[in-house]
């Protein structure tokens, strides 16, 4: 190495020292190293000895400590506060509502919920952690293996867990009760995702299309063996949204959205032997029917009787509430009364608003999928769940995310992290790669 390389990269190796993020060491090395080389040749030029060139390109560059100190701060890590505070809020308020639940049913065969409800949110918050720290560009690697796992788990629930309802959708590992129906809705859009957005972004032909809905119609028709018809639809709408965002294709989009609607509509009247089609019918003559009805009718009459301040911790809970585990809207509202329901859903709004600002900051288009999947899939299931807790939709098994119990907080906490992911890594993602796909739009726009 020449006197020249090894003065330039002394210079360059102590201001990567400052720089905490080693995504960008080598685009900072490439970056200010051509730029000293410009200098230096420039000097040369003007009649410079290549000794007195380089001394003034690194005077003019500056102490490297400072200029590392400078680029660390373009180029850290970020946390977005916004959503953390949102999560730690958010958790609180269910392990509160879990307490209180607990603590008021007389059913000792419901007291053990709580210490369950606490391993779910603790372990939640660990897979939270890894996701913050995991590379998220890493899943995109391993798509292809995701999928296939899931997808043949989802073959085999029917033959090795099946309840008295002939639902498929619940594992048992290391003693935690895992819903498979549920992870799959979380984790296949981004699988397909992720295989597909290179095809679907350079190009968009009607070979890459066929493959993307075959990709879904697999996991389609193996959530429909497990029956769980409720996973099965929020599937085919992120499978939707997911296609629209990155085909811009609308007139297609609004197709399938249309072809996957009359299908769900069709098994509805010609393949449902548990009557869903009634028991989503239910809204239209809850005075008339009783039975289909109780649930609705009665969370009517809690929201009604809460007033602004509600009826108390000690609200005696019997007959209906004791399914307060499904309805922790309804459980708020009663307990602490409208003024509580008001501020939760200013800030779910304020929640849900953060996740959407995420989108505009991110340069990776990777990183900008996952962000429209995992948003889209909260904002489903916030939107059902808050029209349930006012007693005038079908109730149906949507759980409150991050709020309700279940297992669902595992892969719920997990997307928050993968989220918070995304956005810690937003100025340490290579510039080559930013490079390259702005080249690949600007040849789409030219063929175009």
């Known amino acids: 190495m020449t006197n020249r390389h090894e003065r330039i990269q002394h210079y360059l190796?102590?201001?990567?020292?400052?720089?905490?993020?080693?995504?960008?060491?080598?685009?900072?090395r490439d970056e200010l190293g051509n730029h000293m080389e410009e200098m230096i040749l420039d000097k040369e030029q003007e009649g410079y000895t290549e000794e007195e060139a380089i001394?003034?390109?690194?005077?003019?560059?500056?102490?490297?400590?400072?200029?590392?100190?400078?680029?660390?701060?373009?180029?850290?890590?970020?946390?977005?506060?916004?959503?953390?505070?949102?999560?730690?809020?958010?958790?609180?308020?269910?392990?509160?509502l879990m307490w209180i639940f607990t603590t008021n049913v007389a059913d000792e065969k419901y007291q053990f919920l709580y210490r369950g409800h606490v391993v779910y949110t603790v372990i939640g918050v660990m897979m939270m952690l890894f996701f913050i720290y995991f590379d998220y560009r890493k899943?995109?690697?391993?798509?292809?293996?995701?999928?296939?796992?899931?997808?043949?788990?989802?073959?085999?629930?029917?033959?090795?867990?099946?309840?008295?309802?002939?639902?498929?959708?619940?594992?048992?590992?290391?003693?935690?009760?895992?819903?498979?129906?549920?992870?799959s809705v979380w984790i296949l859009p981004l699988a397909i995702g992720a295989i597909m957005l290179d095809k679907l972004r350079s190009n968009c032909n009607m070979q890459s299309i066929l493959t993307y809905f075959s990709m879904v119609i697999l996991p389609a028709v193996l959530l429909f063996q497990t029956l769980d018809w409720v996973?099965?639809?929020?599937?085919?709408?992120?499978?939707?949204?997911?296609?629209?965002?990155?085909?811009?294709k609308w007139l297609y989009t609004a197709l399938g959205a249309v072809i996957t609607g009359s299908i769900f509509v069709l098994l509805l009247f010609f393949a449902d032997q548990y009557g869903r089609l009634k028991r989503l019918s239910v809204v239209l003559n809850l005075q008339d029917d009783p039975y289909g009805g109780y649930s609705n009718n009665s969370i009517i009459e809690i929201i009604q009787s809460a007033g602004w301040w509600g009826n108390g911790i000690d609200t005696t809970f019997d007959r209906f509430k004791t399914s307060y585990l499904d309805y922790p809207g309804v459980l708020l509202i009663d307990v602490f009364g409208w003024s509580a329901g008001i501020l939760l859903l200013v800030g779910i709004i304020w929640f849900v608003a953060n996740m959407?600002?995420?989108?505009?900051?991110?340069?990776?288009?990777?990183?900008?999928?996952?962000?429209?999947?995992?948003?889209?899939?909260?904002?489903?299931?916030?939107?059902?769940?808050?029209?349930?807790?006012?007693?005038?939709?079908?109730?149906?098994?949507?759980?409150?995310?991050?709020i309700g119990y279940g297992n669902h907080l595992l892969f719920e906490y997990?997307?928050?992290?993968?989220?918070l992911g995304i956005y810690r890594r937003k100025d340490t993602i290579s510039k080559r790669n930013e490079k390259i796909r702005q080249k690949v739009d600007a040849d789409l726009l030219t063929n175009s």
Not at 144 to 170: A, C, E, F, K
Not at 231 to 248: D, E, K, N, P, S
Not at 377 to 401: E, H, R
């Open 13 to 28: 190796d102590h201001m990567c020292v400052q720089v905490k993020a080693r995504e960008v060491h080598n685009d900072l």
């Open 55 to 96: 001394t003034y390109a690194i005077e003019q560059m500056g102490d490297p400590s400072v200029v590392g100190k400078s680029m660390h701060r373009l180029h850290r890590h970020r946390t977005h506060w916004g959503l953390l505070v949102g999560i730690i809020a958010l958790a609180t308020l269910s392990l509160l």
């Open 139 to 183: 899943l995109k690697k391993a798509a292809w293996w995701i999928y296939i796992l899931l997808n043949v788990m989802l073959w085999i629930s029917p033959m090795i867990t099946t309840d008295i309802y002939g639902n498929s959708r619940y594992w048992s590992l290391f003693g935690l009760t895992i819903d498979l129906t549920t992870a």
């Open 231 to 248: 996973r099965l639809f929020l599937f085919g709408i992120m499978c939707i949204v997911l296609f629209g965002w990155l085909t811009r």
């Open 356 to 402: 959407v600002k995420l989108l505009p900051r991110i340069r990776d288009d990777f990183g900008r999928m996952i962000i429209i999947s995992i948003t889209s899939m909260f904002a489903l299931q916030i939107i059902y769940s808050l029209a349930m807790t006012t007693g005038k939709a079908p109730i149906l098994s949507i759980v409150f995310p991050l």
């Open 414 to 419: 997990a997307m928050v992290g993968l989220l």
